[in-house]
């Protein structure tokens, strides 16, 4: 039995094995590359530590991507025949491995928030706990797990900034700007390369209206993200919409051809078809158009990715951005059938996704492909009545703000002025300071005053 430096037990006989897994778990939660190779080191050194083999799992589960399930499945069976050589903490990861395997993700999240009960300092179980919770739209309850855990946590504690950046974006989500800002803040203070941090304070300088602060506090720590994975990528969609709402258009061509889609970029090509780097693309490319932006043939090199992913159902949200990706190239045929297997996975499976994509993924998909046919009362029809329910796809206030603005702009384009007003009432009190002052509903506000004049 070996100790790693984080003060938490590996059942393991090599030093050299618990030693990788407590880099791996380090590197995961600052958000930095190389994790993967931190576990085939430690499972190079000690092939049966079932510790790494669940994490392995965990790993690929998260990239939320269908055909890793095999991938899955082999970590999963090597960590249960492990399993009773394993602590009790590693048994409730193995336990989280398994119900993710088998698409129940709220089991996954009960099985964090039992570890955290038991290790309230375990940043590796806060950081998966969150990032469920967060695909599944319930920040509130990672709200109540990073809260629930806090009288543990202080600067002395290892790994203390990232639990900061967790707290911060929880804080976020849930409205509670001021806290959430000094949180990130300080986390940034203590580790300038904390992208979770610095990706927390963009929200909430998103959320209030700050877009040129947001442009000064991203351009001041890009130079830090050298070590970081894909969120470096997604942190500069982040900057781009600053550039958006502040009119720097040519920036938010640069950035994107530079940061948000380089397939130059290494990591993009290793894995160019990565679900967030995928939303990213497609969300930027939208808003550009909607500002009045030629993106030119942008589209087209994702449209070929996403073809190939028609039948994967492992993100809400990322089936609703292929919807908007295919429908931006006139792949209506690829839209039917994206949306017909949307509609196969909500009605047959058992698993926790399947009534978020009934309530909420394809109703947004078919708003998507409907707003792009200019048939925008389809789009009123399709996300009207589910608009209160959109969280239940996942993602942040700021991701999902990108369907607002189609069910916005439909509701100008078809002279609905009252029901734009009562809108951005809504996408207010959602948490967005001064929506109708934003860029992203300039032309919608506009189409109002005219009518009333």
């Known amino acids: 039995m070996s100790m790693h430096e984080r003060n938490f037990s590996v059942s393991t006989s090599s030093a050299a094995a618990a030693a990788a897994c407590s880099r791996a778990v380090e590197k995961f939660t600052q958000r930095k590359i190389d994790v993967v190779p931190c576990l085939q080191e430690a499972l190079a050194a000690d092939p049966d530590c079932g510790f790494a083999h669940a994490v392995s799992g965990l790993m690929l589960h998260g990239a939320r991507q269908s055909s890793l399930m095999p991938l899955i499945e082999d970590s999963l069976a090597a960590a249960k025949r492990l399993r009773a050589s394993m602590n009790h903490r590693e048994q409730a990861y193995v336990d989280a491995l398994e119900?993710?395997?088998?698409?129940?993700?709220?089991?996954?999240?009960d099985h964090y928030e039992k570890i955290l009960a038991a290790h309230p300092t375990d940043i590796l179980a806060l950081v998966l706990c969150q990032g469920e919770l967060f695909w599944l739209g319930e920040m509130q309850r990672s709200e109540r797990a990073s809260s629930m855990v806090a009288s543990a946590w202080h600067e002395e504690t290892p790994g203390y900034p990232d639990y900061l950046a967790v707290r911060a974006f929880d804080l976020e989500e849930c409205g509670q700007y001021s806290k959430a800002e000094a949180c990130g803040r300080e986390a940034v203070e203590q580790r300038s390369s904390n992208a979770w941090a610095a990706h927390a304070v963009a929200h909430?300088?998103?959320?209030?209206?700050?877009?040129?602060?947001?442009?000064?506090?991203?351009?001041?720590?890009q130079n830090n993200w050298q070590e970081t994975n894909q969120m470096k990528f997604h942190i500069w969609w982040h900057q781009c919409l600053f550039y958006l709402e502040t009119r720097q258009h040519d920036a938010v061509l640069d950035g994107y051809d530079n940061w948000i889609r380089n397939r130059n970029e290494p990591l993009v090509q290793v894995t160019p078809d990565l679900y967030i780097d995928l939303q990213n693309g497609a969300s930027m490319l939208w808003r550009l158009e909607h500002a009045g932006v030629?993106?030119?043939?942008?589209?087209?090199?994702?449209a070929e990715l996403v073809e190939k992913r028609l039948l994967d159902m492992s993100s809400p949200f990322t089936s609703a951005h292929y919807a908007v990706i295919l429908a931006a190239v006139g792949n209506y045929k690829a839209c039917d059938t994206l949306i017909e297997a949307m509609r196969d996975f909500a009605s047959a499976s058992p698993a926790t996704l399947a009534e978020r994509y009934r309530v909420a993924a394809i109703p947004a998909a078919e708003a998507a492909v409907a707003h792009r046919r200019g048939q925008y009362q389809n789009v009123l029809d399709s996300l009207l009545p589910v608009r209160q329910a959109l969280w239940q796809m996942g993602a942040s206030h700021a991701q999902r703000d990108?369907?607002?603005?189609?069910?916005?702009?439909?509701?100008?384009?078809?002279g609905k002025t009252d029901l734009v007003q009562s809108l951005l009432q809504e996408i207010e009190l959602i948490g967005f300071v001064e929506p109708a002052q934003r860029v992203a509903y300039a032309s919608a506000v506009s189409q109002v005053d005219s009518a009333r004049s």
Not at 99 to 109: D, R, S, T
Not at 402 to 414: E, K
């Open 99 to 109: 119900c993710g395997a088998a698409g129940n993700l709220h089991g996954m999240v």
């Open 294 to 302: 030629a993106v030119g043939s942008r589209w087209q090199e994702m």
């Open 204 to 221: 909430v300088m998103l959320m209030q209206r700050r877009s040129k602060e947001g442009v000064d506090w991203l351009e001041g720590l």
């Open 402 to 414: 990108l369907f607002f603005q189609m069910l916005v702009d439909a509701a100008a384009r078809s």
